[in-house]
């Protein structure tokens, strides 16, 4: 889980670990590829808004990684408006979900994204 903001991060958390999800977690873009590279994660709730590297640079490092280009990615992100949604898509999101947002919903596209066989890591 990439989140800069330490309220939102423990809450993403608390409902990840809820669910019997391991989540990793990194407050800015280039630290996310640092773990990930120590440790690869099978997704990745990524804010798009982040120091050092936003979102949109990180997804792009991540597709062109032969390790992390099939990683499902779940944005998570303030940026509400059509063209940071597709933005996000170009750069390789497989779900763009805005802020605020429901735990539920937050579970349901996680779900979706490891077909509910998942692994239980989350970066």
Not at 36 to 52: E, N, T
Request: with cysteine; proline share 7%; charged share 30%.
């Amino acid at each position: 889980m990439v989140e800069d903001d330490p309220a939102t991060s423990e809450f993403i958390a608390e409902v990840l670990e809820a669910e019997g999800f391991d989540a990793m977690r990194a407050l800015d873009g280039e630290s996310a590829l640092g773990v990930m590279a120590r440790r690869a994660p099978d997704a990745v709730v990524l804010d798009i808004c982040l120091p050092r590297m936003d979102g949109f640079s990180v997804l792009r490092s991540m597709r062109a990684d032969p390790e992390t280009r099939q990683t499902p990615v779940l944005t998570v992100t303030a940026l509400g408006d059509e063209e940071s949604a597709w933005r996000a898509w170009q750069a390789g999101c497989d779900f763009y979900l805005t802020k605020p947002f429901d735990p539920d919903e937050l579970l349901r596209a996680l779900g979706r994204l490891l077909s509910w066989n998942p692994p239980r890591r989350v970066a």
